[in-house]
């Protein structure tokens, strides 16, 4: 197994020398001349990855063990699989459970209809997932957004290659307000990123499908974005966030249910900031 840490030049540690005391010699470092950016960063892993198979693990994430042994289990039974994935736990960034990804299904093997299941919505982290080398090769890197660069990633795959599964739980993704994904929450430009990737997803999809699928999409993620914007005001009382991720929903998807929720979530704010003023 090649283990390799690639650095996109950070500022914040002496990387290789913590990867030099942890590894012992046998993780690898390779750190960027200059900050290139997520997607390039991601492209210069699979550039410099010589294996059959390939897991990008971002620095905040964890696998379980028997992870690797579980996902090699899966390419081995599945030779037409493109790509093997398990079920996640969500933690926060003290480690604390949030919440566990409901199974794709409750059976080990290859999903079925996972294409349109795929392109609806996003179901599948880095951390979960790993990918056979050829695939890469043949489709490309990721590319066009920051946030949901892997969502149009695996729908692209789901095009061409069937998906192994196992609903076990194997990987720890991690969400907390200083990632990349966090800071993209306060500004709502990951809901920008999110209906440029629904555009993407399009080219991947039967005519018959593209836009039952679309809809679908973009109704998921603008309830998404009220969600989102209230937990913007309850933990951090950050109105002009809330206005963002409003604005941005409302590109997405409007309807009277979504009207009703920000009527809703206007109210409230008003009576708290009534009450605190008292």
Known sequence: MQIEVVDDASTDANVEALVKQIGGGRIAYFRQPENVGSLRNFETCINRS?????????????????????????????PEA?????????????????????????????LTDWLLTIAERQRIQYAAIAVRREVYEKLGSFYGVNYGEDWEMWVRIARHYPFAYTP??????????HSISGKKYLTGQYLKDIYIVTELI??????????????RSRRYYASYGIKMAQNSWTKLKDEQAVNLQIKHALKLHKSPWIYWSIAKLYIKLALDKAWRSV
């Open 50 to 78: 010589r294996g059959e198979l390939i897991h990008i693990l971002h620095g905040d994430d964890l696998v379980r063990l028997g992870f690797y042994e579980k996902l090699a289990y899966l390419f081995s039974k599945y």
């Open 82 to 110: 493109g790509a093997a994935f398990c079920r996640y736990n969500c933690i926060d960034e003290n480690g604390k459970s949030l919440y566990v990804k409901s199974p794709e299904s409750s059976q080990e093997g290859v």
């Open 168 to 177: 076990s739980i194997l990987a720890d993704y991690r969400k907390h307000p």
């Open 202 to 215: 399009q080219s991947h999809l039967p005519i018959e499908s593209k836009q039952h699928i679309l809809r």
